[in-house]
């Protein structure tokens, strides 16, 4: 891994002048990357549950500084869903509670660590995916809960977490704003996150290559409407075919203005 790093970033400087973001999601319990030489964290939930005082701020601090000495300088985490249910199969042990107040808390700690250890961090998946009954991997959810309901709990702990440094978008449809997944919705990525709320942080897509946007949208086409909608960077995870082909319809479209 370190040699790995060592030459992306000398490659990386060569032609940019600048080094590169590398990414995994670290965000402990079920969703962990490293392995080897790193200490393996406790679930989100597990550190908001504990009686350690700020757990979450020591696994984040914990986990940064076992990145950073791989090399990988952004966390895609953490994760700000409010899960009343465990069951959710998006968030689960992922989140850090039942309440606005619990998942903002422990968060805002969690990022501090991170940050503190000079990692940049990434909370997900706005705008809340809390009240979702369906897998974004595997299909499209749909959420239909009003614009208060939604701004005074699904999204509450985004409006306050503003110095996170990059924020993921949920590929869910929330049709109190808008007919198409969050993903790719200039209402909810420029009207709301940006104008509304004020976030200057990056903003990453959750993986294009996932069934809710890939079944319906197409990768290409959607890639296309992420940026437009406001997404700053795009994740495609897994095939080189695919990246290939969404690189290719975003030059495309560019070309033809």
Do not use: W
């Not at 969690?110 to 997900?124: A, T």
């Not at 709301?192 to 709320?197: E, K, T």
């Not at 959607?222 to 290939?244: P, R, T, W």
């Amino acid at each position: 891994m370190k040699k790995l790093m060592n030459d992306l970033y000398e490659y990386t400087q060569n032609i940019t002048g600048s080094f590169p973001l590398v990414s995994i999601d670290q965000e402990g319990g079920m969703v962990v990357r490293l392995f080897k030489d790193v200490t393996f964290p406790a679930s989100p939930l597990t550190t908001s549950a504990t009686t350690i005082p700020n757990a979450p701020y020591i696994t984040g601090k914990i986990i940064g500084k076992d990145m950073l000495k791989l090399g990988i300088n952004l966390n895609l985490a953490p994760c700000l869903e409010v899960n009343e249910n465990l069951a959710n199969p998006l968030v689960n042990v992922r989140g850090y509670g039942a309440t606005k107040e619990t998942v903002l808390k422990n968060a805002t700690q969690f990022v501090n660590g991170l940050q503190e250890s000079k990692v940049l961090s990434c909370i997900k998946h706005f705008p809340g995916a809390g009240s979702s009954t369906k897998d974004s991997h595997l299909e499209l959810p749909i959420i239909n809960d009003t614009k208060e309901q939604l701004l005074n709990y699904n999204m509450y702990p985004f409006s306050k977490l503003l110095h996170s440094d990059a924020l993921m978008t949920s590929h869910c449809i929330y049709n109190a704003f808008d007919i198409i997944p969050s993903t790719l919705s200039k209402v909810l990525l420029t009207d709301v996150l940006r104008n509304q709320f004020g976030f200057e942080g990056l903003i990453i897509s959750d993986g294009m290559e996932m069934k809710a946007i890939s079944d319906h949208y197409g990768i290409g086409n959607g890639c296309v409407m992420a940026l437009n909608a406001g997404c700053d960077i795009l994740l495609l995870c897994h095939e080189y075919s695919e990246q290939k082909a969404a690189f290719d319809f975003v030059k495309s479209a560019v070309n033809d203005g």
